[in-house]
């Protein structure tokens, strides 16, 4: 069970600058989620796919931020012209479609803007 | 809206002794609910889950949930805490619509002490 990788593990980068985070989920996976995890909280739901469509976004997911999905495997997450408030922990989820299945988490990766 | 509601951010206890980590949870809908552990530098980690079958659910490591619809609580408990319990616990609901989207609480950060 190679399990959900998060690359890279840790990036820091200046205010203004573009970041794009990978993740690869379990191979049959066909559900991926990605979370934003600030100190102190509990992860925040930011979008999710369903093989290579994306089917929601939340508010917190300003225009600055991007998610793909291309070919229904691994994902990215692309950050535009970063803010010292973007600093965070992103986490990356994937699960089998049906409500029950359970998430399984990445390491993440952790964001800070300097 | 579904959220859930950690009752405590910081537990403390000594090895050995019983663990209890409280959570409410507010929910228009019969729930699915999960808790999370997050260790350091670690993923998250499903201890165990809730869906509607016995009211009693067991977990990994020895950690037990009961859920409990007129108090509406999902504590969860530990008869004996080992060190390597020291974590960051989450308690979580799905969203009901069939998206496997989960809404985390704040967390409880849970010391053993020796």
């Known amino acids: 069970d190679t399990g959900v990788s998060q690359d890279p593990r840790h990036k820091i980068t200046k205010r203004g600058q573009n970041v794009t985070f990978r993740c690869d989920p379990i191979?049959?996976?066909?559900?991926l989620y990605w979370y934003r995890q600030t100190l102190g909280q509990g992860p925040e739901f930011l979008t999710y796919?369903?093989?290579?469509?994306?089917?929601?976004k939340s508010r917190l997911l300003s225009d600055r931020f991007s998610a793909e999905r291309p070919k229904g495997s691994f994902s990215t997450l692309e950050i535009q012209r970063t803010e010292q408030g973007d600093s965070a922990m992103y986490l990356c989820?994937?699960?089998?479609?049906?409500?029950?299945?359970?998430?399984?988490f990445g390491n993440g990766t952790r964001l800070t803007v300097t | 809206a579904q959220s859930v509601t950690q009752l405590d951010s910081h537990v403390s206890v000594s090895e050995g002794t019983p663990v209890l980590l409280r959570c409410n949870y507010s929910s228009s809908y019969s729930p699915s609910l999960f808790w999370y552990v997050q260790h350091p530098n670690k993923g998250l980690q499903l201890l165990l889950k809730?869906?509607?079958?016995?009211?009693l659910v067991k977990g990994i490591n020895g950690f037990e949930a009961e859920f409990k619809k007129s108090e509406t609580s999902f504590h969860l408990t530990k008869p004996s805490a080992h060190m390597s319990d020291a974590a960051e616990y989450f308690c979580?609901?799905?969203?009901?619509?069939?998206?496997?989207?989960?809404?985390f609480g704040q967390g409880t950060t849970l010391q053993v002490k020796p």
């Open positions: 979580v609901v799905s969203d009901p619509a069939n998206t496997g989207k989960l809404i």
């Open positions: 796919f369903q093989n290579e469509a994306q089917l929601e």
């Open positions: 989820a994937s699960s089998l479609a049906g409500n029950n299945s359970p998430l399984h």
């Open positions: 809730y869906t509607s079958a016995a009211t």
């Open positions: 191979s049959e996976h066909n559900r």
